[in-house]
Nanobody, 128 residues
Framework: QVQLEESGGGSVQAGDSLTLSCTASGSGFSFTRYAMAWFRQAPGKEREFVAALSQRTGSRPISDSVKGRFTISKDKTKNTLILQMNDLKPENTAVYYC???????????????????WGQGTQVTVSS
């Protein structure tokens, strides 16, 4: 079992930055065994992919809508996944979720169905 806990959300102005963190716990967790990802769900919309970190290759696919502004990274010493969000826009307002799965293949990284562990989410609100 893996437990995920997000933190770092908040209310900011357009153009500001935020850093989201997701700390994983549970026996056997490591970034070499578990892929991790960020998804988000805006009000009235479906949950969508933001960025992921492959456990196999270390590759970091990212949504075109945030490319160049958001960066996914990890702190292995703290079992923490990080999402650095710069130049935030009102359309980035959403609940951001951390997800994880063992053994996920590259082609599944962008899909919710590939993940079986989820955090509770953290709210990000960007005002204009």
């Amino acid at each position: 079992q893996v437990q995920l806990e997000e933190s770092g959300g908040g209310s900011v102005q357009a153009g500001d930055s935020l850093t989201l963190s997701c700390t994983a716990s549970g026996s056997g967790f490591s970034f070499t065994r578990y892929a991790m990802a960020w998804f988000r769900q805006a009000p009235g919309k479906e949950r969508e992919f933001v960025a992921a970190l492959s456990q196999r290759t270390g590759s970091r696919p990212i949504s075109d809508s945030v490319k160049g502004r958001f960066t996914i990274s990890k702190d292995k010493t703290k079992n923490t996944l990080i999402l650095q969000m710069n130049d935030l826009k009102p359309e980035n307002t959403a609940v951001y979720y951390c997800a994880s799965a063992a053994g996920i293949i590259m082609t599944q990284l962008r899909f919710q169905s590939g993940y079986n562990y989820w955090g509770q989410g953290t709210q990000v609100t960007v005002s204009s």
